[in-house]
């Protein structure tokens, strides 16, 4: 199967996510909430809602004021489904079930090595690069999504 950029960027976002402190599982819902907010961002938003209020890890408060959830500078939204807080995007909720749908299963039996190589690549970086929605994208991200996603299709194939 072919790993492209989307699964990259939700791969190195979730890793992200679970170096800041989120659990395994939320990490990967943010994971894939970001992809798809960068795949939707890529094409140009039809439309954008303002919202306020938030919690999160990093500059922003920890405090809950609605639906927002802050990841250093970078802002996403919530909601609970069955007891548990997922990130949404667009009104679909993203779980640790369509992660493993949508990007654990291009890497096929291949996924847990991958996991592992993107917990290493997020470990090398500073917590302020972490926090920042810029430097993630321009000095995690973008310099190796190419690279990462070859490597990692070739060994899912």
């Known amino acids: ?27 990967k819902s943010w994971g894939l909430n970001r992809a798809i907010f960068y795949a939707v961002a890529k094409r140009g938003f039809k439309h954008s809602a303002q919202r306020s209020g938030g919690h999160g890890v990093g500059k922003k408060t920890l405090a809950k004021r609605g639906l927002a959830y802050y990841m250093g500078d970078e802002m996403a939204y919530t909601t609970k489904k069955s007891g548990r807080v997922y990130f949404t995007f667009g009104g679909a ?15 096929g039996e291949h996924f847990s090595t991958a996991w592992k190589e993107a917990i290493a690549i997020i470990h090398q970086y500073p917590k302020d690069v972490l926090l920042s929605q810029n430097r993630f994208f321009g000095e995690v991200y973008r310099p190796r999504r190419d690279e990462l996603a070859s490597k990692w299709t070739e060994a899912s194939e």
């Open 93 to 107: 909720i993203q779980t640790e079930a369509d992660f493993k749908s949508k990007i654990e299963a291009q890497f």
């Open 1 to 27: 199967m072919k790993v492209g950029r989307f699964q990259v960027m939700a791969t190195l976002q979730a890793a992200r996510a679970k170096e800041l402190g989120l659990p395994e599982s939320r990490a």
